[in-house]
């Protein structure tokens, strides 16, 4: 089965093709060219009339969407948040999960395994987000859950289905052993709800950590004296660093900054989505804890500490064209090849011959109007 994308502006790493055409056989992109392709007999054909085409969008951190939270352990909940992230460009999710028992855990999981994956974006495995953070840390994570690293129960949840990535406090107790044990298994480890010093990174960047989720927060700021987690993340040129890029996680000046310091190519754009998003402002909760949502902001009810985002990718994209101006095919690495590259997945996060056909179309507002997943319209406008 052959599909043409035809009359399309398309940006990919350090690609722009003012009007470009797109072959795909069956989930595979096959021919990248500008101006037009001959069709082979029988392909069906896409105009995007001067739409921009762009790889699928990447989300590693997403707790829900549209009333539903992947801790819900619902797999009606799991099947709408993969339909729906659709609508924002997403074509890869890791499904993330929050600081809950490990009944909860399980019992998310096996929610998400439910999914077939016939309608919505791919999952190939979760993201554990907890429980092994700092519970000085925590966020909005319930911290009556928090708990030592511990590879038994990473073992037992990735039995249930593929745990990815991980992210943890390295500074509790046998943290940095933990780094590895991750390692070991295939499972990227990350850092973030941490009050870890600078040498305890050092350690854990040794035993190969190279990760740091939604950078700034909820982890040691930069200071003079010691620079912390943020500072490491700058430091390190091999260290991705991943964004919540809604202007209110981070100040567009500290976007400026991360981007310009690090470049594109290693930073990752996530949405760290909760069950707000894609819905009206209003009273929701997050791992069990009451939260308010007000012009899109989420925050516990007690404390006001910020409680995920409502953001959406494409709208990451479009603050990260807007804050930093730097051109557009290097800022959509951010969208998926740094996250692809992260990950160890070398089939997505570009435009080119070979690679899975998860190509997104948007408007020249970086709304999003159709999204493919391997050559497939699984959502249209």
Known sequence: MFTLIENCRLISPDVEIAEASVLIENDRIIQVAPGKISAPAGCRKIDAAGMTAVPGFIDLHCHGRNSFDFCDGSAEGAKAIAENKLAEGVTTLLPTTLTVSEKDLADSLAAVAAYDQKTGCRIPGVHLEGPFINVKAAGAQNPAFVRLPDAAEVDRLNAVFPVKKITFAIEEAGGIEFVAEML??????????????????????????????????????????????????????DVFAELICDKLHISPAMIQLVFSVKGADKVIL??????????PDGEYDLGGLPVMVADGAARLKEGGALAGSTLQLATALKNICEVTGLPAKELVKATSASAAAAMGWNDRGALMPGYLADIVLLDNDFNVCKTLVGGEVRFEK
């Not at 996530?270 to 819905?279: N, P, Q």
């Open 270 to 279: 996530i949405s760290d989505a909760m069950r707000a998003s894609g819905m």
């Open 184 to 237: 070991k298994r295939g499972i990227v480890p990350s850092c973030t709800h941490s009050q870890a010093k600078y040498e305890i990174f050092k350690a854990a960047h040794d035993a190969g950590l190279r990760n740091l989720s939604h950078f700034c927060n909820q982890m040691t700021p930069l200071h003079h004296r010691d620079i912390g987690l943020v500072g490491a993340g700058l430091l390190h040129k």
